[in-house]
């Protein structure tokens, strides 16, 4: 391999017109004899600085020649023109260190590749055998073949796209316009546009809440209000109403169906409620609807935007319903703020890749995503019900979980003295792992237990694992 070469500027009288020869020495050797240029290191090649000078080949080796006669250079065969090194000079190397980038402290990420070395019963994911690769490919092969796919990007998002999910919306009850709705990648790049965007740092949540989206908040420095949620009893409006009133946030944000970690679906009436709170308090609320798609029988309850209108911020995602690889969300907002969110976009990430979001399009138009989420219901159900029934065969009855009625997770109550950290080391040992995050809380978590996913193993993994957690925590009462 042929040694690195220097860049190197040339000084001409007349600069944008052609070097000569002449200037080109001139400048390379007032360079050279001011150690400007180290010594025993390679000049760009003939070739290469012909090119970045806009001359010819035959400019540049005069110039080089007439450095080697003036034993300024040393033209070493096959390998290049190298500044000749002086008898007491002293080779020094050019290998810098640069100081060192500060960044703040971070706790060591979860692992993104799920391992088949111990059972997961924490995985909020689906079983990747339940989703259609074969027409996931199928479409991006269709889009591929297209010689009318648009050259450049869509800052908003790709247009037929926006517009499939918008008439969704709307058959859902949610109103929605294409004009108003932004491509993103995945939920998190939406919940990181409306932080970008947001005019004010006081965001309340629900508290345990999604724990990236909390992370995201105190990387932006909010100050951030938790409004406590029981998923065995649900939320108490009066306590939400005395933090909101306390700490008077600028947006609301939180999952109203299947919330993560607990599972947890908000009832009619406390969407109510909370609407009732921001007429009050005018406050904006960011809607995270990530799950409801995946409610039994494939019916829907009414989420927030369809109650409280357009100016109810709401965000879904296809990622885990369809292929978590994907990494596609959207963001549905109105013709207020939808101007100030796409400056967010094009300030975090210019756009989404369209191709991705073509195949997309494909998928939805050609029906195979509402078949999918039929098939997909079918099989959740059965297994939430097969893990209930587990639960029930296999837990004492000190242990207490949630009926979340759908999703991917329920939330498993522990009584107090099973330590949740011991828990964890003795079941790590028979190769299953559970996901018992502290950073969903603010502060001491009021609920003390973990995140049972049932949607992730098959179902005689599950039994193995469920079986397992029981006896450990058997031991520890």
Not at 21 to 28: F, G, Y
Not at 45 to 71: C, F, M, W
Not at 277 to 293: K, P, R, T
Request: charged share 20%.
């Amino acid at each position: 391999m042929k040694a690195p070469y220097l860049r190197v500027h040339i000084d001409t009288k007349h600069p944008g017109r052609p070097a000569t020869a002449l200037e080109i020495t001139a400048s390379l050797q007032k360079q050279i004899e001011s150690n400007v240029l180290a010594q025993g290191c390679r000049l760009p090649p003939v070739r290469v600085l012909a090119h970045q000078l806009g001359i010819s080949k035959n400019t540049v080796q005069a110039a080089y020649d007439e450095l080697v006669s003036r034993d300024l250079l040393v033209n070493e065969k096959r390998k290049g023109f190298f500044i000749k090194e002086k008898e007491s000079y002293q080779h020094q190397s050019l290998s810098f260190q640069a100081a060192e980038t500060k960044f703040h402290a971070a706790s060591k990420l979860p692992p993104l590749q799920r391992s088949s070395d111990y059972l997961d019963l924490g995985s909020i994911f689906i079983d990747p055998d339940l989703m259609p690769e074969n027409k996931i490919t199928e479409c991006f092969r269709s889009v591929l073949r297209n010689p009318g796919l648009q050259y450049f990007y869509d800052l908003q998002g790709y247009g037929p796209l926006r517009e499939m999910i918008a008439q969704r919306l709307e058959q859902r009850g949610i109103p929605a316009k294409a004009e108003h709705l932004i491509i993103t990648s995945g939920s998190q790049q939406a919940l990181d546009l409306v932080c970008r965007a947001l005019r004010g740092n006081k965001i309340a949540t629900e508290n345990p809440t999604y724990r990236v989206g909390k992370s995201l908040f105190e990387s932006y420095g909010f100050q951030t209000t938790p409004l406590p949620l029981n998923p065995f009893q649900g939320i108490d409006l009066n306590l939400w109403h005395e933090g909101i009133r306390a700490a008077t946030p600028d947006l609301l944000y939180f999952v109203s169906s299947f919330n993560n970690p607990t599972g947890y679906s908000y009832t009619t009436q406390e969407l109510q409620g909370i609407l009732s709170l921001s007429q009050q308090y005018g406050f904006g609320i960011l809607e995270d609807d990530w799950g409801s798609e995946m409610l039994s029988f494939s019916e829907y309850s009414p989420p927030l935007r369809s109650l409280g209108g357009e100016n109810v911020l709401y965000m879904n995602s296809f990622t885990k319903k369809l292929l978590p690889s994907l990494r596609v969300g959207y963001l549905l907002a109105n013709e207020q703020s939808v101007t100030a969110l796409l400056k967010a976009k094009y300030i975090s990430s210019l756009a989404h890749p369209l191709i991705v979001e073509a195949a997309l399009f494909e998928f939805l138009d050609r029906g195979y995503y509402d078949s999918h989420l039929k098939n997909l219901h079918q099989n959740l159900d059965q297994r939430y019900q097969s893990c209930l029934q587990m639960l029930r065969q296999f837990m004492p009855e000190e242990v207490q979980w949630t009926a979340p009625g759908g999703g991917t997770i329920l939330w498993l109550e522990l009584p107090q003295r099973v330590n949740i950290e011991d828990l964890a080391r003795r079941m790590a040992q028979k190769g299953v792992r559970f996901r018992a995050d502290r950073s969903a809380f603010f502060g001491t978590p009021h609920l003390h237990g973990l995140t049972l996913g049932f949607a992730w193993l098959k179902e005689a993994q599950l039994s193995r694992g469920l079986e397992l957690l029981s006896q450990e925590i058997k031991q520890l009462l």
